[in-house]
C-alpha cells in the first residue's frame, strides 16, 4: 500500500499517516482505544537497517567480486531470525538507501528505472515488509525528479514529483523539510502504524506506534545544485518538538523516531547532523530513537564511552533507548523494548540494543559469515547483471599500479589523475566559454575517498586495462563537477582545514604517535595540485601550512584562483572557511566528476607515470622526533610496491595486524 501527501487522501484504518496538507498543529482525533488493564506487559522489537546505500547483494562493484562482510542478501536472513526470536516486531530503515554503489548508479543514471518498476532496493525491502522507512541525505544526490518517482509520489515536490510512479510497499516520512513553494512537508512527517501484539500473557492488544523521521540540516549545502529553491530545512529538534506531540494526540503509544544522525554532544545548533543526543535530551515525547548516518555502531560497548549519559552496553542516550546498526547491509540493529502499560499509557520500562552482524573474523583473519536469503537475489538478477556489464566496460590502460595505499601520507598517481582530468576539463572549459578568466591559475582539489575511512577499503587498480569500476573505486561518490574563484587566503585556509586530518605530533615524545586523526573525514583531505606547500605536524590546527608556492615564488594571497572540486565542496560541504556556494564560477551542468575522469582516461588512451604520474607538490615540513610516528593502511601495501612507484620514500613496514586486517606503517617525518 502506497502512501501519499496528496490532499485528497484518505488515510487508511492500517496505517495513518499525518496528511494534513495545510501543515497546521490540529490534531487528528485519535480513534476509540480498546480498554487495557493497568500492569499489562508487551515486549516489541524495533529491527534496525541503516546506510544500506543500495547494497542489495554481497557483491563489490568495483572488484566485481563476491564480499560476504555486506549486502542485504544477508541481513535479511538476520531479519527472519530476529523476527522468530522476537514474534513482537517493527522493522524500520533509517535512510541513505538508494545511493552509493554502482547499480543504483545505473538504475538513476545509465539505464533509468521505469516508471512502473520499482528500485532495486525498494524491492528487496517491500518483499521483507518493512514497516516504515526514513529518508537520508543521500536520497536527494539523484535530483528530486528521480526521488519523486522512485519513491512512487510519496514525495511532494511541485512539477518535480513523480506521476504515481512506483515506490515501495511501505510509507517514507521526514518532519523536516518542507517545500519552498508553500511550505508543506515533503514527505509524510510521521505515520502511525496500527499493530496488533502479544501481551507476556498471550493476549492480542492493539498498539499505535508513531514513526518520525529526520535528515541531516546539512543536506540544503551538500545539495545545494538540487534543493536550492526548491525545499527548506527545519533544524532536527524544532521538527520533533512540532510533531511528537501531534503524534501523541493522534493516539500514537509509543512513538520510534528515525534520525538519519549520529551521536554527538557537541554544542547544539540549527544545521546539526548529529542530533540524536538533544532529541533523547530535548524532546518529551520519543521512546526509541534508530540512530544512522555516521556509518559507527551503538551499542557496541566501545563506541561514544566518553559522552555523558550515554551507555554504550545497554543502548541508551540520556535513558532513551537508542540503535545504530552500521551500514552497507553489515549488520542488524536490535533495539528490545520491555512495555508495561499503567492504566493510561504505555510505558518504556526496560531495554536492551542489541546488534546482529552478517560476518566476523577470527584472530587469524579468516571470515565467517551468515547465508543469504536466496530469494533477494533472484529479485534483482536483471540489474545486478545489467550493472555488472556496464562497470565492466574499458575505458583505456595504465602502465602503472594507481592506488590510494599511501594518498593520505604524499602525492600519489591516484590524486593526481583526479586533478589532472578536472584541471583539463575546467582548462578547455575557461577556453571556450569564460575568457575573462584565461589569465587566472587553474588549480585542483581531490580527496581520497577509499582510505579505509569508516570501512571503505582502499582503491588499487592494478596496471594494465581500466574499465569504468575503476574509476568508479577511485572516485566514489555521483559528485558533479564545479570550479570556484577565490583568492590566495582562502586556498590557504583551504589546506589548514584538509590538514586537520593530521593528528599534532611532539617531537620530543618516545612513546609511538598516529600521525592520522582517525575521525577526521577523508573525502575533507583535499590536496591541491597546481601548487606546492608543506604541511607541518608539530604545529596547531590551523597554522600547519608553511612554504606555500606557486611557480617557485610565495603565494600571493591577494590574487585571485579558480579551484576544481566538486558540488559538496563548493557548496560549503565539510565546513571549508569561505565557501559557501556563492564562489562558484563553473558549473558543470551535472558532468559528474567521475564521468570527467572516464573521458580523460579515454582521450589518453594509455597513462603513463612520465605524463600522468605523481608531482611532488606537497610534503611533510622535515621535522625529527624521538619515537615513531605511525599510520595505519591496507595490508596488501607493503608487498604492492606502490611507496616506491609514487616516490614516498619516508616510510616502512612497522607491523601488520594479527588479523592481517591492516599493515601499520611508519614515517619518517625528517626525510
Known sequence: MRITLLASLICSSLVLVACNDSDTDTPVSPPATPTVAAGTKLDLAVLQTTDLHANVLSYDYYKTTEDVTLGFERTATLIDTARQENPNNLLVDDGDTIQGTSLSDFQAQIEPVKCDTQLAIHKVMSAMKYDAGNIGNHEFNYGLKFLGQITGNAMKAGPEAGQNCKGPDFPLVVSNVNNASDGKPLFAPYVILDRTFKTADGKDVKLKVGVIGFTPPGIMNWDKRNLEGKVTVLPVVDAAKKYVPQMRAAGADIVVALSHG???????????????????????????????????????????????????????????????????????????????????????????????????????????????????????????????????????????????????????AAMRLINLAQ????????????????????????????????????????????????????YLYPNTLQAVKINGTAVKLWLEKSAEQFNQIDPAKTADQNLINSAFPSYNFDQIDGITYEIDVTKDKGSRIVNLNLDGKALDLKADFIVVTNNYRASGGGGFAGLDGSQIVIDSGGDANRDIIVNYVKEQKTLTLAKQGPVANWRFAKVKTAGKVLFETSADAAAASVAAQDKINNVSLDSTKADKSAAVFSIDLSK
Open 423 to 474: 584541471t583539463d576539463y575546467v582548462a578547455k572549459f575557461v577556453k571556450a566559454n569564460l575568457p575573462q578568466y584565461d589569465k587566472l591559475p587553474i588549480l585542483s582539489a581531490a580527496a581520497p575517498f577509499k582510505v579505509n575511512f569508516r570501512g571503505t577499503g582502499f582503491t588499487d587498480i592494478m596496471a594494465g586495462d581500466v574499465a569504468i569500476k575503476n574509476i568508479a573505486d577511485l
Open 262 to 412: 549520529g551521536i554527538s554532544s557537541a554544542a547544539y545548533s540549527p544545521e546539526m547532523e548529529n542530533a540524536v543526543y538533544y532529541l533523547a535530551k530535548d524532546v518529551p515525547g520519543i521512546d526509541a530513537i534508530v540512530s544512522g548516518h555516521s556509518h559507527s555502531y551503538f551499542p557496541d560497548g566501545k563506541n561514544y564511552a566518553d559522552i555523558k549519559n550515554v551507555d554504550n552496553v545497554k543502548g541508551l542516550v540520556n535513558g532513551i533507548p537508542t540503535v545504530m546498526s552500521g551500514f552497507w547491509g553489515n549488520t542488524l540493529g536490535v533495539l528490545k523494548l520491555n512495555l508495561t502499560f499503567d492504566g493510561k499509557a504505555w510505558k518504556v520500562t526496560n531495554s536492551q540494543g542489541e546488534l546482529k552482524y552478517v560476518s566476523s573474523k577470527d584472530s587469524a583473519g579468516k571470515v565467517t559469515a551468515v547465508p543469504v536469503k536466496t530469494e533477494i537475489a533472484k529479485l534483482v538478477d536483471k540489474e545486478h547483471q545489467g550493472t555488472i556489464k556496464y562497470v565492466s566496460a574499458g575505458v583505456g590502460k595504465s602502465e602503472y599500479r594507481i592506488s590510494s595505499f599511501f594518498s593520505q601520507v604524499g602525492p600519489t
